[in-house]
């Protein structure tokens, strides 16, 4: 395919992802697709700066890394991955990418000892979020077309990646919200319970929450609907 059809057809594709509702790793999985289609790299690794701590960590591969994602960790600045971070540019090296004195290996990422590395940065808003990393066994000249179209996507890419984190850190939210909240509406019933049970019985709270649990366990039922049922039974009473 003619280079100008490609950065056509690639343009429609990115706009395509931006414009959609991807999750967050369904979009790293796009970028891992688009950039293995670009490069014809026999690896791909995108890493994105964790915001709490600050580091870059793995979070997609062409090549199953399922110990490494999530968990393989770098500082800013360390290794090419880090440098491509640290300085907001590209780095493509041909051949003995082992040898570049910013290199660093992992011993768990079989992509350390190919040939050729591309990398490149994942921008939003003008920062940098990521990084991408392309791998060729065999050495492999990268060309113009090649970086320049790789870095488009990095250009992109980055500003939906950072949307689509955002979402999914606001559902993230959303839902210890609502656990929160349920876990003080229980507390509330049990205390609640509690005190019928001191009044009724004249048992300290230490007894009353005792025999609330033991009746739990022995009924195998949660101790918030004992709490409702002995609340429940309490109001009949008073009717």
Known sequence: MEPTLTQVSLLHRVSSIVASE???DEMLGEIVGLTSHITGCDACLVYLI???SGEMVLRASQVPHAEELGNLRLQVGEGI???????KSVVALS?????DKRFKKFPSLVEDDYEAFLSVPLISSGD???????????KHDHTPD????????????GGA???????????RLTEETKEVKRQLEERKLVERAKGLLQRKHNLTEEEAYLRLRNESRRLR???KDLAEAIILLEELNKQ
Not at 128 to 134: A, F, L, P, Q
């Open 81 to 87: 991955t880090g440098w491509v971070a640290e300085h």
């Open 146 to 157: 090649e970086v320049a179209l790789l870095t488009f996507i990095g250009e992109q890419m």
């Open 95 to 99: 051949s003995k990418a082992g040898a």
């Open 221 to 223: 039922r949660p101790m």
């Open 22 to 24: 991807r999750s967050l």
């Open 128 to 138: 940098v979020i990521g990084v991408i990393n392309v791998h060729h066994r065999e």
């Open 161 to 171: 990646i950072t949307k689509s984190s955002l979402l999914q850190e606001n559902l």
């Open 50 to 52: 964790d915001v709490n």
